[in-house]
């Protein structure tokens, strides 16, 4: 059984940092792609940061490009390090395993597993 668990969500001020952890368990096979996504209250899910199981593509949303960092290629943790966090950032973050990830987007497929999600709220 298959199992994705997230951590490291949190209320922080305008400015300051957070470090999400997602650890995959169960999988029958080796490193997979992994990646973030994030939902806000009556938004649409979106493709916040996805790498490749050998970290030679990363992706990043453009809205968080230069203050995310996903680490943790061909391991079965990946993390999301986010500086600088807005108001705008406030989602509940989920981890997803088994991604397709290209230069230029994150998407889940078929077989992609989540995780139950962590919350991540910004205050201004």
């Known amino acids: 059984q298959v199992e994705v668990v997230e951590s490291g969500g949190g209320s922080v001020q305008a400015g300051g940092s957070l470090r999400l952890s997602c650890t995959v368990s169960?999988?029958?096979?080796?490193?997979?792609?992994m990646g973030w996504f994030r939902q806000a209250p009556g938004r649409e899910r979106e493709g916040v940061s996805c790498?490749?199981?050998?970290?030679?593509?990363t992706y990043y949303t453009d809205s968080v490009q230069g203050r995310f960092t996903i680490s943790g290629a061909g391991g079965n943790t990946v993390y999301l390090q986010m500086n600088s966090l807005k108001p705008e950032d406030t989602a509940m973050y989920y981890c997803?395993?088994?991604?397709?990830?290209?230069?230029?987007?994150?998407?889940?497929?078929?077989?992609?597993?989540w995780g139950r999600g962590t919350q991540v709220t910004v205050s201004s």
């Open positions: 997803a395993s088994v991604v397709n990830v290209q230069s230029n987007r994150c998407t889940p497929i078929s077989s992609t597993y």
């Open positions: 169960g999988l029958t096979y080796g490193a997979n792609n």
């Open positions: 790498v490749t199981w050998s970290g030679s593509i």
